[in-house]
């Protein structure tokens, strides 16, 4: 594979998602800064107006970036087969997650791109950014240096900047590490465990008046660190069933 070919190949596996945004034409600015950068591939998630003739007219030239564009009802589904989701965030508002520099980003989502993962870096609403619940499912963050007294960046910035990192790293002949592709656990596995997990706390009465939502971030923060793979998810799942099923015994005895 030549290293233009190389470059694409991992371009084609990064997903710029574009959450919950209001004004049609950010979409169409993003989708520009993205082009110049070499990258076209671009989710929306339950935008406000699109299709629409401002994003078109913003896009300057950018137009297979729009047509190419999936729309999705909820950032579950955008990021589902992703095993890597990077937020980008100005603050992260109580959810306690890995942050990374705009540079340290672009050398992971190499890493991973180069290893046939698929990745998506995810930028939320233009007034009010990522939420928690969207935060929580990111397993790192990615913040821009601006500013603090003017950290004002409107969306199509944003995404300009992480773009022009990659492109860097990229030039830069960014490595991948050598390891085995298959097994990484994607988004939505990762969340039907943490949806086997809650249900497990709660069967075998673990909360005993404690927060469950405070629980359960914590749980999600460690795993989202450990990064678990497939196989490791098998084993915990299976964990949590004979929990489960210990419990049931338990009640039907003592019933």
């Given amino acids: 594979m030549s290293v233009a070919q190389d470059r694409q190949s991992r371009a084609a596996r990064v997903r710029f998602v574009l959450s919950n945004t209001s004004h049609p034409g950010n979409i169409g600015s993003a989708a520009r800064a993205m082009r110049t950068m070499g990258f076209g591939r671009l989710d929306l998630v339950a935008p406000a107006a699109f299709p629409h003739g401002d994003a078109w007219a913003l896009a300057a030239g950018a137009i297979d970036v729009l047509e190419r564009a999936r729309v999705t009802p909820s950032l579950a589904e955008a990021v589902a087969d992703c095993t890597l989701v990077i937020g980008a965030t100005a603050r992260l508002r109580g959810v306690s997650l890995e942050e990374w520099s705009?540079?340290?980003?672009?050398?992971k989502v190499l890493e991973a791109a180069a290893l046939g993962h698929e990745v998506a870096i995810v930028f939320g609403n233009e007034r009010a950014g990522l939420s928690n619940d969207e935060i929580m499912r990111c397993q790192a963050a990615?913040?821009?240096?601006?500013?603090?007294?003017?950290?004002?960046?409107?969306?199509?910035?944003?995404?300009?900047?992480?773009a022009y990192e990659l492109r860097i790293a990229q030039l830069d002949g960014v490595s991948a590490r050598?390891?085995?592709?298959?097994?990484?656990?994607?988004?939505?596995?990762?969340?039907?465990?943490?949806?086997?997990?809650?249900?497990?706390?709660?069967?075998i009465d673990f909360h005993k008046g404690r927060s469950p939502v405070t629980i359960m971030r914590r749980l999600r923060k460690l795993f989202l660190r450990a990064r678990p793979d497939q196989r490791e998810l098998r084993v915990l799942r299976g964990i949590l069933a004979d929990a489960?099923?210990?419990?049931q015994l338990a009640r039907r005895a003592g019933g």
């Fill in 102 to 107: 705009p540079r340290e980003a672009a050398g």
């Fill in 142 to 162: 990615v913040h821009i240096p601006s500013d603090p007294g003017y950290s004002s960046l409107n969306l199509a910035q944003a995404v300009q900047v992480i």
């Fill in 178 to 203: 050598t390891g085995n592709a298959d097994g990484a656990a994607t988004s939505a596995e990762l969340e039907g465990f943490f949806d086997h997990l809650a249900a497990t706390l709660d069967d």
């Fill in 244 to 247: 489960q099923r210990m419990a």
